[in-house]
């Protein structure tokens, strides 16, 4: 493995990672500011109690089939490079998950169950985990293991404190295999061999 440093992670490469995305799953990747109708769904999100308005246009970006709308444009430099990485490999995460479960069962359940919500949520949070760790042990020499407060992490999503329970459950499982060097989502694995961190 060749050592990273964290200036390799330009604008530019967030740009291309975004393209290579596209490509591979076959996904729309836009900014949410782009779309009027992301200020319509923001009323509805919030008028369903799911997530406040402004959070859910500032902070959030959401994956709508193939539709992947993120709250920056790639390769801004609004946000760090490596948050924008983590950003695109969590959407795509839920792409995966849709394509496993099929469009109108995700659709369904995403929407109705905070239970299966949670733990939806805790798979692609795994991405953010693994991701962040393979950089940080390609730039730093040692890989970091964020910690996950799925509870707090949850909040704006609308889960209960069971469904939080679950979801810590999963993520804390992906960081015990990660702390044994163990990196198990094909998009983590992915994205870190073509940077040259796995
Ligand atoms: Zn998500």
Redesign the pocket.
């Known amino acids: 493995m060749v050592k990273r440093t964290e200036q390799d992670l330009t604008a530019a490469a967030v740009e291309q990672l975004a393209d290579r995305l596209r490509i591979q799953y076959g996904t729309r990747v836009r900014a949410k500011e782009e779309a009027p109708a992301m200020h319509a769904l923001a009323h509805l999100l919030d008028a369903l109690g799911v997530q406040d308005h402004d959070a859910f246009l500032t902070q959030?970006?959401?994956?709508l089939g193939y539709d992947v709308w993120l709250c920056f444009r790639p390769g801004t430099d609004q946000l760090a490079p490596i948050q924008q990485v983590k950003a695109l490999g969590?959407?795509h995460?839920?792409v995966v998950i849709m394509q496993a479960e099929g469009a109108a069962a995700y659709g369904m359940l995403y929407a109705t169950s905070p239970a299966w919500r949670a733990v939806?949520?805790a798979r692609?949070?795994t991405v953010d985990l693994e991701l962040h760790w393979l950089w940080t042990r390609a730039t730093r020499g040692r890989g970091v293991v964020q910690r996950y407060d799925m509870a707090a992490t949850l909040a704006p999503?609308g889960c209960r404190a069971g469904d939080c329970v679950a979801a810590q459950r999963v993520i804390d499982s992906a960081a015990r295999v990660l702390r044994r060097g163990g990196v198990g989502t094909e998009l983590a694995q992915r994205i870190g061999r073509w940077r040259g961190w796995l």
């Open positions: 959030y970006s959401i994956t969590h959407e995460e839920h939806c949520e692609c949070y999503y």
